[in-house]
């Protein structure tokens, strides 16, 4: 094994914290939702073994990485030039791409944009969603403004949670009154674990009716953790001390920054508009779980991928997973990239 290194690499005056492991072909990790560069803890080595070197970042408002109050900071074209000019300063020409959750948009958005520097693209939980950056029902590729289709998602009474994220505003207090209580069991209720012991079957429930009876919508006067479930134990693939990392790590960065993506979404969606119904050129894979509610939601898009990919490679569906992919099936996972590498041309 070789050791982690540690970079704050300045990219055009904004700082991101990036851990590298191994040699070879870049392959840059972008993460999500609560999310940090350890999300990639499995992969930075398996993929250091195999000949890669393995980059996994902080992005922005997020751990060792800078901070922005600018809202515009955090719409999806800053997003992607941080990923531009992280394979930049680390002194390489082109790299692929992997993303998951909030990680995902980034990464397909990074590619469809830049095929001359992203040579390849994974996709994990959130499929590739055109401008919409996030494929949901009767809205696959972002047909219509991410505003008026989350307030038909969530229906009377309540706000989808992606609103209710964006506000800033009650989600900032419920997650400080209780960082740990929040991230334990958050993470825990997405998990395939917790949602296949309740018989949830994305394949045939309606997903509107899933998307409004969960913590995906948020009645209003309540709070998202109202309708957290707990988990009996820390799973292995979470373990108190993962568990301990992630909750370090918010103490430090607060949880603006990361919802400020969401606050965004609607002038993310404005800013690709030039770019909307052009193809994905670069190869392409996709990766989700079972239980996964992004793929839940997302079954059209999924199902009509290669109609925006034309060098889509295929989705890959893990058993009993949810929706935290790499790190729920991490072997898995790894597999399912050393393929896709090694199946791109040198």
């Known amino acids: ?11 055009r005056g904004t700082r991101i914290h990036a851990v590298e492991e191994g040699s070879g ?8 939702f609560p999310e940090s560069w350890y999300s990639w803890r499995h992969q930075l080595s398996a993929l250091a073994a195999a000949g890669y070197r393995a980059v996994a970042i902080d992005q922005r408002g997020y751990g060792r990485s800078s901070k922005f109050w600018t809202p515009e900071s955090y719409r999806i074209r800053a997003l992607v ?12 020409k082109n790299a692929v791409i992997v993303g998951h959750d909030w990680g995902g948009p980034v990464a397909w958005v990074s590619a469809w944009l830049h095929p001359e520097i992203f040579r390849g693209v994974v996709g994990m939980s959130v499929p590739f969603s ?9 809205c696959p590729f972002g047909e219509r403004s991410p505003e008026v289709v989350h307030k038909e998602l969530a229906g009377p009474g ?10 800033l505003g009650p989600v900032v207090d419920e997650f400080e009154s209780d960082l740990r209580g ?4 958050g993470v825990w209720s997405l998990s395939g674990d917790a949602l296949g012991s309740i018989g949830i079957n994305l394949d045939t429930m309606n997903p509107i009716d899933i998307i409004r009876g969960s913590a995906m919508c948020v009645p209003h006067g309540h709070r998202m953790k109202e309708r957290f479930m707990s988990p009996p134990r ?13 909750v370090g790590e918010f103490e430090r960065s607060g949880v603006s920054g990361p919802l400020s993506y969401y606050r965004e979404m609607t002038a993310s969606w404005n800013e690709l508009e030039s770019q909307s119904g052009k193809p994905m050129t670069v190869p392409a894979l996709y990766l989700t779980g079972e239980f996964d509610v992004c793929r839940g939601w997302g079954l059209e898009t999924i199902a009509r991928a290669a109609e925006r990919m034309p060098n889509f490679t295929g989705t890959k569906v ?8 790499q790190q729920e099936r991490p072997e898995e996972t790894n597999a399912a990239l050393l393929e896709f590498l090694g199946s791109l041309p040198a």
Do not use: N
């Open 1 to 11: 094994m070789t050791p982690r290194k540690h970079h704050l690499l300045d990219i």
């Open 25 to 32: 072909p870049l392959v840059l990790m972008i993460h999500g």
């Open 81 to 92: 030039a941080d990923a531009v000019g992280v394979v930049h300063a680390l002194g390489e």
């Open 130 to 138: 055109d401008r919409g950056l996030v494929g949901l029902p009767g």
């Open 158 to 167: 309540q706000d989808f949670y992606q609103d209710y994220f964006g506000t």
């Open 182 to 185: 929040w991230l334990r069991d």
């Open 234 to 246: 820390q799973p292995a693939w979470f373990s108190e001390s993962d568990l301990d990392f992630y």
């Open 318 to 325: 893990f058993a009993g997973c949810g929706h935290w992919t």
